[in-house]
């Protein structure tokens, strides 16, 4: 199957369009998937202290023999690790559990903008960037306006954009901040939530009938052709590797009209200025 093609980062780095997310997997499970996952093709990996699975995912890295420095791996610190260069202890931890050296991209979880502790926590980030533990630094669950007072108080945008996503869940006012600001926007839930209902919308089933491709990878190239990148979770080897197998074929403008038809509307999804962790 084709690689996934990276997508460039404002920084000078590159992140590929396709990643494997790993929430819930824990343990021996989320080691088999990982290196599953790498021997099939994938060369992102994301994962998040909060996630209890970081020790899991290095050893998946290892043991699939691939070269960490061909590996893109996203972790994220959460609110415990927000002001008082707390994060800078966040990092040491989530670096001595995954077994590396440095991460690829730094991921600041959720805004939790009524604490009013986020502008400081990318400064403390911008800093672990300089010192080389951290090669992209970005943010998740962040809206326009977050991102506004991280510019303006800190001068500060971040490369990657990690936000929920799917065809019901557009984020379209988020999506166009980022690209007018160089951001990448990621998408995580790209194949919606828990039991996968999307999947069976019968606009879905009827374009993944037409092109000859099943529901999940008609709505991961949703997301592709949308510039996005999508990190769809599964420990099934068939099933990563029907996810990776999404850069061969192509969705003509009828078919992404009727995908983006499935919008519930701007205020659908997780309030991150409420919600988080």
Do not use: C
Not at 84 to 94: E, F, M, N, P, Q
Not at 199 to 219: F, N, S, Y
Not at 231 to 247: C, G, H, I, M, Y
Request: hydrophobic residues 40%; without cysteine.
């Amino acid at each position: 199957m084709p690689a996934a093609p990276s997508l460039p980062l404002s920084d000078g780095a590159a992140i590929p369009q396709i990643g494997l997310g790993t929430w819930p997997l824990k343990g021996e499970d989320a080691a088999v998937a990982v290196a599953s996952a790498l021997e099939l093709g994938y060369r992102h990996v994301d994962t998040a202290v909060r996630y209890g699975n970081e020790d899991g995912v290095g050893e998946g890295i290892r043991r699939s023999g691939v070269p960490r420095e061909e590996v893109f791996v996203t972790t994220k610190l959460d609110g415990e690790f927000q002001g008082d260069d707390k994060a800078v202890g966040g990092l040491a931890g989530s670096l001595e559990r995954l077994g590396t050296e440095y991460v690829d991209l730094l991921l600041l979880h959720w805004p939790l903008p009524a604490r009013g502790l986020f502008v400081e926590t990318l400064r403390t980030f911008a800093r672990l960037q300089q010192e080389g533990k951290v090669r992209s630094i970005g943010v998740s669950n962040f809206t326009p306006a977050h991102l506004e007072t991280l510019r303006e108080d800190a001068g500060i945008v971040p490369v990657v954009n990690q936000i929920q996503i799917d065809p019901t869940i557009p984020r379209l006012e988020q999506r166009r901040y980022d690209e007018e600001h160089g951001i990448v926007t990621e998408s995580w839930s790209p194949l919606g939530g828990p039991g996968a209902a999307l999947l069976q919308d019968p606009a879905i089933v009827r374009i993944a009938e037409q092109v000859g491709r099943t529901p999940g990878q008609v709505v991961l190239r949703w997301h592709v052709q949308h510039g996005l990148v999508p990190l769809p979770k599964s420990a099934t080897p068939s099933r990563q590797a029907e996810n990776l197998d999404v850069f061969g074929f192509a969705l003509g403008n009828e078919e992404m009209t009727a995908l983006d038809a499935l919008s519930t509307g701007p205020d659908a999804g997780v309030d991150s200025d409420v919600e988080g962790h």
